[in-house]
């Protein structure tokens, strides 16, 4: 029996159907990829199949006593716990049990009854198979693999920031050793180093289990099959990502030419009928007619809407664009040594450097946006900065896109907006959904096309790319390739900056020591 069973899974959105009569299996030896394009559905699978969210049609079926491990993309708490008191929760029975046999010593002192020693040595044959008096060695190596010892076992949970939150929950997930993974973009917060040591643990992992992922990269190292969430459709490949794909165009080049093929006969046909319906021949006609009507049509092969970026420039004369001189940032103490660089025009910068170095700290100190602790950063005066943060949070997030839009830009015609929303690629039905209801991929798009209406000549972008598929990610390239102002840009995405960034400042390299 497989691990999980999908059958007849049926689902619509308002009015999106998001799939239709679509079965598949997870195996105990798959480590499944989930592919799609934004707001294709994918992060609505994985809600389904955990219970979260109930079908409009269809059957999911778990193997009995499966502990399941999920992390969505969203992930946050509010815990007052520091991170390592958070990641020892992850333990929980086996504290339990410790504490249960400590009470059984406690007793035999006071009672001397054997048989407490007994229980207590069963207490001990469990705690020693969970590896009880390993956890804390295992908290520390999952704690450096996701670079979360940066941010301090000591410092609460509900004191770091969203990324730092969602790296601290997916390591509790990982030490919970559950038998089934179901991760949403796991490497959104992660740097390159951390996806190594992910990729690392999830080709050793002993389970099976099913993530969602726009790194293409990534799945490429860590999947054996994959499951393409597309056009009302589910449909399951085996191999790696990249061989998924190859099968993937091959069913669609397959498709085409079966939907050509019948096209042309059905135009031969109806021509046929047209001539012959009230002739010598108007009993072959409805013959064909009604061969017509009992045809199972071919459908053609969709395409997705795509995305188009395009930064309006507004022009800079000056060859020095922004001077950072001994800038000392951080919130309570700070973070980095002392930074000094400068940019001149037209120049593209990386800033490089785990999660939760600084980066992000270091931006909003150059923009004025947190106070610093020394040092100044100063643009030059005609210089007009447009800033992406990665958050996505809003306002008011039951409003639509549309609106969002227009609250920012009051003079714009409403069918304006929606062609810049289009552009963008945003289906006509999504801009008029709340936020709250769209992908973190959908919501991304959004936020780059209030970026696209503000005339600028330097652009600052702290991990644009988180939530975004590859058709988008590539617009997205594309246009700050050819921006002609500057590009200051944080990213954990090696291949979308490869090739077209004259600099990269490794901000790991002047991070402080902790004391």
Same mark, same amino acid.
């Given at each position: 029996?497989?691990?999980?069973?999908?059958?007849?899974?049926?689902?619509?959105?308002?009015?999106?159907?998001?799939?239709?009569?679509?079965?598949?299996?997870?195996?105990?030896?798959?480590?499944?990829?989930?592919?799609?394009?934004?707001?294709?559905?994918?992060?609505?699978?994985?809600?389904?199949?955990?219970?979260?969210?109930? =079908?409009?049609?269809?059957?999911? +079926?778990?193997?009995?006593?499966?502990? *399941?491990? &999920? %992390?969505?993309?969203? /992930?946050?708490?509010?815990?007052?716990?520091?991170?390592?008191?958070?990641?020892?929760?992850?333990?929980?029975?086996?504290?339990?049990?410790?504490?249960?046999?400590?009470?059984?010593?406690?007793?035999?002192?006071?009672?001397?009854?054997?048989?407490?020693?007994?229980?207590?040595?069963?207490?001990?044959?469990?705690?020693?198979?969970?590896?009880?008096?390993?956890?804390?060695?295992?908290?520390?190596?999952?704690?450096?693999?996701?670079?979360?010892?940066?941010?301090?076992?000591?410092?609460?949970?509900?004191?770091?920031?969203?990324?730092?939150?969602?790296?601290?929950?997916?390591?509790?997930?990982?030490?919970?050793?559950?038998?089934?993974?179901?991760?949403?973009? =796991?490497?959104?917060?992660?740097? +390159?180093?951390?996806?190594?040591?992910? *990729?690392? &643990? %999830?080709?050793?992992? /002993?389970?099976?289990?099913?993530?969602?992922?726009?790194?293409?990269?990534?799945?490429?190292?860590?999947?054996?099959?994959?499951?393409?969430?597309?056009?009302?459709?589910?449909?399951?490949?085996?191999?790696?990502?990249?061989?998924?794909?190859?099968?993937?165009?091959?069913?669609?080049?397959?498709?085409?030419?079966?939907?050509?093929?019948?096209?042309?006969?059905?135009?031969?046909?109806?021509?046929?009928?047209?001539?012959?319906?009230?002739?010598?021949?108007?009993?072959?006609?409805?013959?064909?007619?009604?061969?017509?009507?009992?045809?199972?049509?071919?459908?053609?092969?969709?395409?997705?809407?795509?995305?188009?970026?395009?930064?309006?420039?507004?022009?800079?004369?000056?060859?020095?664009?922004? +001077?950072?001189?001994?800038?000392?940032?951080?919130?309570?103490?700070?973070?980095? /040594?002392?930074?000094?660089?400068?940019?001149?025009?037209?120049?593209?910068?990386?800033?490089?450097?785990?999660?939760?170095?600084?980066?992000?700290?270091?931006?909003?100190?150059?923009?004025?946006?947190?106070?610093?602790?020394?040092?100044?950063?100063?643009?030059?005066?005609?210089?007009?900065?447009?800033?992406?943060?990665?958050?996505?949070?809003?306002?008011?997030?039951?409003?639509?896109?549309?609106?969002?839009?227009?609250?920012?830009?009051?003079?714009?015609?409403?069918?304006?907006?929606?062609?810049?929303?289009?552009?963008?690629?945003?289906?006509?039905?999504?801009?008029?959904?709340?936020?709250?209801?769209?992908?973190?991929?959908?919501?991304?798009?959004?936020?780059?096309?209030?970026?696209?209406?503000?005339?600028?000549?330097?652009?600052?972008?702290?991990?644009?790319?988180?939530?975004?598929?590859?058709?988008?990610?590539?617009?997205?390239?594309?246009?700050?390739?050819?921006?002609?102002?500057?590009?200051?840009?944080?990213?954990?995405?090696?291949?979308?900056?490869?090739?077209?960034?004259?600099?990269?400042?490794?901000?790991?390299?002047?991070?402080?020591?902790?004391?």
């Amino acid at each position: 029996m497989s691990i999980l069973e999908i059958d007849g899974l049926s689902h619509a959105f308002a009015d999106k159907e998001l799939y239709q009569d679509a079965s598949f299996r997870l195996n105990k030896e798959d480590h499944m990829g989930i592919i799609g394009q934004n707001g294709a559905g994918k992060s609505t699978l994985i809600k389904i199949i955990t219970g979260q969210e109930l =079908p409009d049609e269809g059957k999911i +079926v778990w193997q009995n006593n499966i502990k *399941i491990g &999920y %992390l969505d993309q969203y /992930a946050q708490t509010a815990h007052d716990l520091t991170v390592f008191e958070f990641l020892k929760s992850a333990f929980e029975d086996l504290y339990n049990i410790s504490e249960l046999q400590a009470k059984c010593y406690e007793d035999y002192a006071a009672t001397m009854d054997e048989s407490l020693l007994d229980k207590a040595g069963r207490y001990q044959e469990q705690l020693e198979a969970g590896e009880f008096y390993e956890i804390e060695t295992k908290i520390e190596q999952v704690m450096s693999g996701l670079g979360i010892d940066a941010i301090g076992k000591d410092r609460q949970v509900d004191q770091c920031s969203g990324g730092q939150r969602s790296k601290i929950i997916l390591a509790k997930l990982l030490l919970e050793n559950p038998d089934v993974l179901l991760l949403d973009e =796991p490497t959104n917060y992660l740097d +390159v180093e951390h996806i190594e040591w992910l *990729i690392n &643990y %999830l080709n050793d992992f /002993a389970g099976c289990f099913m993530v969602i992922s726009h790194d293409f990269d990534f799945l490429e190292r860590v999947t054996n099959t994959i499951i393409d969430v597309a056009f009302g459709k589910i449909t399951k490949y085996t191999g790696s990502f990249s061989s998924a794909i190859k099968q993937k165009e091959v069913k669609k080049e397959v498709q085409l030419k079966a939907y050509e093929k019948q096209r042309r006969q059905i135009e031969k046909d109806e021509a046929y009928i047209r001539r012959n319906k009230a002739g010598t021949r108007s009993t072959m006609a409805k013959s064909r007619q009604k061969r017509l009507d009992k045809m199972e049509r071919v459908d053609p092969p969709s395409d997705a809407l795509q995305s188009s970026f395009s930064f309006p420039y507004e022009e800079l004369m000056s060859s020095s664009t922004l +001077v950072v001189e001994n800038l000392s940032v951080g919130y309570e103490r700070p973070l980095l /040594a002392p930074v000094t660089f400068s940019m001149s025009h037209g120049e593209k910068v990386v800033l490089k450097g785990f999660n939760g170095v600084g980066k992000s700290t270091l931006i909003k100190s150059i923009l004025g946006i947190i106070p610093n602790f020394g040092g100044s950063a100063k643009f030059v005066e005609a210089a007009k900065v447009n800033y992406f943060t990665q958050d996505l949070t809003w306002d008011d997030p039951t409003q639509t896109p549309l609106q969002i839009v227009q609250n920012v830009y009051p003079k714009l015609e409403p069918k304006t907006i929606r062609q810049r929303l289009a552009r963008a690629g945003l289906s006509p039905a999504n801009a008029m959904k709340p936020m709250e209801l769209l992908s973190g991929g959908e919501q991304t798009k959004v936020k780059l096309c209030i970026l696209e209406l503000k005339p600028s000549n330097f652009l600052i972008m702290d991990e644009p790319t988180n939530h975004l598929d590859d058709e988008t990610k590539n617009a997205l390239k594309k246009a700050l390739v050819s921006f002609a102002g500057n590009v200051l840009l944080v990213s954990h995405e090696q291949s979308f900056y490869d090739g077209w960034i004259d600099k990269i400042f490794d901000v790991e390299s002047i991070r402080l020591n902790k004391n």
